[in-house]
């Protein structure tokens, strides 16, 4: 497969997340406001910070630098709330926390990557930002216009959107996997063990803020999953936008979004034993 559909991918995937939308949700961010800073405020700071320490501590090269510090600066994805509502968090924080941050992701995501990576490699802001909005931004409006004015047939479709989503991942990685087999088996150890204790360490930063901050449990696990599972769809897709000749700048993202989906999991089940 080649890496040209992954634009295309990740925009069914936005567009079925803006048709699971409905104005509603945004109230919770209205009503809430200080969960929902806390969220978008901890989300562009502990995993950027992150990505760039462990990405230094590797000595990762230039290539797979970027990629990780992409995934590091993209919002939280769809799976975050469904692995919430696996958890027993607070689904309604989770959603408005995703929502606010893919919104000022067009901003925040090409900034703080310019922040950390222009002395290393040129950063495209504009480029970043226009993807962005194209890929997340656009899909997911019109998913949540279509399903504001027909409800009624859109709701049958969101029965299927996870399984989509689902399929759209995997092709994504099976791209990303396929166009650059022979660096990943050169790197695979490394790369991997970077990308697992970036997602464990959002975990346990947003666990432990929750705690600090004394929010409840449902809204402390709601929190550390948010941070800790970035849309790594995204990351992968402005890789091959922003650093067009940094092949392996989209490694990182593919390796991510398997990960995260097993570790999530794992956590949500963990969450749930707590009880």
């Not at 919002?75 to 989770?94: E, H, M, Q, R, W």
Request: charged share 10%; aromatic share 8%; with cysteine.
């Amino acid at each position: 497969m080649q890496t040209a559909w992954i634009n295309p991918l990740l925009m069914a995937v936005m567009f079925g997340m803006g048709l699971t939308l409905k104005t509603e949700d945004f109230r919770y961010v209205f009503r809430h406001p200080r969960n929902i800073l806390i969220g978008c405020v901890s989300q562009f700071t502990i995993m950027p910070l992150l990505a760039f320490a462990l990405g230094k501590a590797f000595q990762l090269d230039t290539a797979l630098l970027a990629g990780v510090i992409l995934a590091g600066t993209c919002p939280g994805g769809t799976a975050s709330n469904v692995i919430t509502y696996l958890a027993g968090g607070d689904v309604p924080l989770s959603m408005g926390m995703t929502s606010v941050n893919t919104l000022l992701a067009p901003i925040l995501t090409p900034a703080i990557t310019y922040i950390l990576l222009h002395a290393s490699v040129a950063v495209d802001v504009w480029s970043m930002f226009l993807s962005i909005v194209q890929v997340v931004i656009a899909p997911i409006a019109l998913g949540l216009l279509l399903n504001h004015f027909f409800g009624k047939y859109t709701h049958r479709v969101t029965k299927v959107l996870p399984l989509i989503s689902v399929l759209a991942i995997c092709l994504i990685v099976m791209a990303v996997v396929s166009h650059n087999a022979e660096r990943i088996l050169s790197t695979g150890a490394e790369i991997m063990a970077v990308v697992a204790l970036h997602n464990l360490l959002g975990y346990a930063c947003g666990f432990g803020l929750g705690k600090l901050l004394k929010l409840n449990t449902a809204q402390t696990r709601a929190l550390s999953i948010e941070i800790g599972m970035q849309n790594s769809g995204l990351a992968t897709s402005l890789a091959g936008t922003a650093f067009p000749a940094l092949a392996m700048a989209t490694v990182p993202g593919a390796v991510f979004s398997v990960w995260h989906n097993i570790s999530g999991a794992i956590l949500a089940n963990w969450f749930r034993k707590k009880e």
